[in-house]
């Protein structure tokens, strides 16, 4: 199998190192972008993110990265992956530090969970991701796995995006997909074996 190169981008607010890892260990050639430019040369992009929606939307336009994640996705053949805030940041709006707007790369909007009884936020630990539609991320994967969660906020969209959901807090959508672009509001770097997988398909995609 060709070695595949995978951009992770680093905006400063979050660490990346140990999905770097997790990366390198599935074999990829892994490089951190820092500047816009070198957006466009991967064969795939991780968009990942830790804190809060509104301040690193201010960062990804400061930094011109906004107009070359959308130039990425463009090409078709080419895997995006959001994870945690990255997923997040695919939307087109966030409540989060107030109205913002996001990527608009998965048409849905970005809100805060809500507590039923005996439940904590933010959401931290372990949860099954119930798969609602078939998709390579989760290839070879079982249904109800489990995987790790450190979140306040949920993407709400149309089912026809929606990989998996979440008991938690209501359910909220797990994991999301449109075309190329892929989201997954979990940690797969620290989900153990299930989330390499998830990291290994994301390479084979």
Not at 105 to 134: D, F, T, Y
Not at 146 to 154: E, I, L, T
Request: hydrophobic share 40%; net charge neutral.
């Amino acid at each position: 199998m060709t070695v595949k190169s995978v951009a992770i981008l680093d905006h400063g607010l979050c660490n990346i190192h140990s999905i770097a890892r997790s990366f390198e260990q599935c074999g990829a050639n892994v490089s951190v972008v820092t500047q816009a430019k070198d957006i466009c040369s991967a064969d795939r992009l991780v968009l990942p993110g830790v804190g809060a929606f509104s301040a690193t939307v201010k960062i990804l336009r400061a930094g011109g990265y906004e107009d070359a994640i959308k130039e990425f996705a463009k090409i078709k053949e080419r895997p995006l992956l959001g994870v945690c805030l990255g997923m997040q940041l695919l939307a087109d709006t966030s409540e989060e530090g107030g109205m913002e707007t996001g990527l608009g790369l998965v048409p849905g909007r970005v809100v805060r969970l809500n507590a039923c009884k005996g439940e904590r936020i933010p959401h931290v630990g372990w949860n099954e991701v119930m798969l609602r539609s078939q998709s390579r991320l989760f290839s070879d994967i079982p249904n109800c796995s489990d995987f790790y969660f450190v979140h306040s906020y949920k993407f709400v969209c149309e089912d026809n995006y929606v990989i998996g959901v979440t008991d938690y807090c209501g359910g909220f959508v797990s994991a999301v997909s449109l075309g190329n672009v892929s989201g997954v509001q979990f940690h797969p770097e620290k989900s153990q074996g299930f989330g390499r997988k998830v990291l290994n398909n994301f390479m084979l995609a």
